[in-house]
């Protein structure tokens, strides 16, 4: 039954630092409870008909466990897994592998699924709803098509961007998640339980304090967590104290927010180059030197939730709050209030 993971793209062992962190089972998972109690439910019912689960489709900024689930939702199925990404599914060629290989009831994991293109989403509508494929055989004018049957199999989407997916592909997952970010007590929790597992001895205070600069998302505070364990050992004992964490965060130049030089950069070429906005991301990214992407994925998430910047129809804004964070004497201008309204209610 439950078969070893088969990882695409070249992550052999030891090459995923955050492999070895990741929760195993869905109840070693901290937060996202009423995520959690919805899929137990249809978990324990598929396994109960003894069916497939239904394609899930799990979205939200990047760090909050997307693939943590994907890889815990087949062990709680006690079946296989494959995983691939939408960015190397170019041709519907690609994607019969990983079809045909499909064992009854397993799952197929395919991270940044807003990145396959039209002509692989169309070939996945049926795999999906018919557990069938079309597969070519021979050449030119020999060519065939051959409609093939393949075993009913689970697909997990992920995606930072479920606006990018086309309604029919959407319609197809019966399950939709949405993962937001941690509370501080959950990622405190997460800080503490990542420190066991790397053996690190480290204070609660401090534990709270990189959970508070780690904006809601867990990879960050794992991460965060890791540099602060280096930090510790070279300058301090190794033992992880508030004030080694404040001074290792600091080093980063990482603020009391959580706010890194990128998110400043972002803001601060909102107000100096735009005038405190409106600005499209576009100019935005070009003005950087970084991908959109990046800026919509890692950066603007955080920045939106806390009140920093706001998005309107004529593009991002500075917010009086990002003034003050930044201390920086705020425009006499009424810091578009109808602007502010506007995003308020779409
Ligand atoms: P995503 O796929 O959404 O980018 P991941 O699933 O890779 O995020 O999660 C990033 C890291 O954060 C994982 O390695 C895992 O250690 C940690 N993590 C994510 N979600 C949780 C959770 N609910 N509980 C504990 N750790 C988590």
């Known amino acids: 039954m439950a078969r070893e993971t088969v990882i695409d793209g070249g992550s052999g062992p030891g090459e995923d630092p955050e492999r070895d962190l990741r929760p195993k089972r869905i109840d070693e998972m901290v937060g996202q409870q009423q995520v959690i109690a919805r899929l137990r439910i249809a978990i324990d019912a598929a396994r109960e008909r003894g069916d497939a689960l239904g394609h899930v489709l799990l979205d939200g900024p990047p760090g909050l466990g997307k693939t943590t689930f994907a890889t815990c939702i087949?062990?709680?199925?006690?079946?296989?897994?494959?995983?691939?990404?939408?960015?190397?599914?170019?041709?519907?060629?690609?994607?019969?592998?990983?079809?045909?290989?499909?064992?009854?009831?397993?799952?197929?994991?395919?991270?940044?699924?807003?990145?396959?293109?039209?002509?692989?989403?169309?070939?996945?509508?049926?795999?999906?709803?018919?557990?069938?494929?079309?597969?070519?055989?021979?050449?030119?004018?020999?060519?065939?098509?051959?409609?093939?049957?393949?075993?009913?199999?689970?697909?997990?989407?992920?995606?930072?961007?479920?606006?990018?997916?086309?309604?029919?592909?959407?319609?197809?997952?019966?399950?939709?998640?949405?993962?937001?970010?941690?509370?501080?007590?959950?990622?405190?929790?997460?800080?503490?339980?990542?420190?066991?597992?790397?053996?690190?001895?480290?204070?609660?205070?401090?534990?709270?304090?990189?959970?508070?600069?780690?904006?809601?998302?867990?990879?960050?505070?794992?991460n965060r967590l890791r540099w602060v364990r280096d930090y510790a050992q070279t300058k301090a004992d190794g033992i992880v104290t508030q004030d080694v964490t404040n001074a290792a965060l600091a080093m980063l130049g990482i603020d009391v927010t959580g706010m890194d030089p990128l998110d400043r950069d972002y803001l601060k070429t909102i107000i100096h180059v735009f005038e405190g906005g409106p600005v499209g991301i576009e100019a935005l990214a070009h003005t950087m030197n970084t991908s959109k992407d990046t800026l919509e994925d890692e950066v603007e998430p955080f920045l939106l939730r806390n009140g920093f910047v706001v998005r309107s129809p004529r593009g991002r804004m500075a917010t009086a709050k990002t003034y003050e964070h930044l201390q920086l004497p705020a425009p006499e201008s009424e810091l578009a209030d109808g602007d502010e309204q506007r995003s308020l209610f779409g």
């Open 74 to 222: 087949p062990r709680e199925m006690d079946v296989g897994l494959q995983m691939t990404s939408g960015a190397i599914l170019k041709a519907p060629r690609d994607l019969v592998p990983y079809l045909t290989n499909a064992d009854e009831h397993s799952v197929l994991f395919i991270d940044e699924i807003h990145r396959i293109p039209k002509i692989v989403e169309e070939y996945l509508y049926t795999a999906m709803e018919d557990f069938r494929v079309d597969i070519i055989l021979g050449e030119g004018i020999n060519a065939r098509t051959h409609n093939l049957w393949i075993k009913p199999f689970t697909l997990i989407g992920a995606t930072t961007r479920s606006g990018m997916l086309s309604g029919p592909l959407r319609d197809r997952f019966l399950i939709r998640e949405h993962l937001g970010f941690y509370s501080e007590s959950e990622l405190t929790e997460i800080v503490l339980r990542t420190a066991s597992q790397l053996k690190v001895e480290i204070l609660e205070h401090a534990a709270d304090e990189i959970a508070r600069r780690s904006r809601g998302t867990p990879r960050i505070a794992n």
